[in-house]
């Protein structure tokens, strides 16, 4: 498998490389606790396969989005497992970050969704309503609000946010932890280097 795109929460397609042609016969889509759907195929591959939950048999579940499912494919030489992660594409994604000294910083967010998500690579909007920065255990931390895509998506001063732990600055060459929560509650983590 070289790549996969989910498309809503019962579809996604799976492209299959190979330097030899085969037949799969069967594909399989499981959920976290060995929940599987089932299909009987005769699809030959390389190529693009489309798999939707609503045509297979064997489970009750829908894709949702930040959950793995494992996609078991068979043909002759039997069974083969790949990984899948379904991204929200309204998540952020860290396109650019500056550095304006030891304190100061600016990120440039972008939507995490696809072409066949939302409308084009680095789709999707969203809100930040929490920035913190760690280093080690130590965190600053700051209630905002900030909306992406734009530019500066987050602008953050180590001054005027909170501190839990111990003071620290941008160092040159250190790596710094970048949690970030969106408006639903969810929080996430990105590793931004000066």
Not at 18 to 43: L, P
Not at 71 to 93: M, R, V, W
Not at 139 to 151: I, L, Q
Request: proline share 3%.
């Amino acid at each position: 498998m070289s790549g996969y795109t989910f498309y809503n929460n019962t579809e996604l397609s799976v492209s299959i490389t190979s330097a030899q042609t085969g037949t799969i016969t069967k594909a399989q889509v499981c959920g976290s606790s060995n929940n599987c759907y089932s299909e009987a195929i005769t699809f030959s591959y390389p190529g693009k396969l489309y798999l939707n939950l609503n045509n297979m048999v064997g489970a009750a579940f829908a894709f949702q989005y930040y959950n793995n499912y494992t996609l078991i494919l068979t043909d002759s030489n039997g069974n083969h497992d790949f990984q899948a992660h379904y991204t929200d594409p309204y998540a952020p994604h860290l396109a650019n970050v500056s550095f304006y000294n030891n304190t100061a910083m600016a990120m440039y967010l972008i939507g995490n969704g696809t072409q066949t998500q939302c409308g084009g690579d680095g789709c999707g909007s969203g809100t930040i309503v929490k920035a913190q920065v760690c280093y080690n255990s130590s965190c600053y931390s700051k209630t905002t609000t900030f909306n992406y895509p734009g530019f500066p998506s987050v602008s953050l001063n180590l001054n005027t946010m909170s501190l839990s732990g111990t003071a620290f600055t941008f160092n040159t060459g250190y790596t710094y932890q970048l949690i970030l929560t969106d408006s639903d509650g969810t929080s996430y983590s990105l590793q931004i280097t000066r």
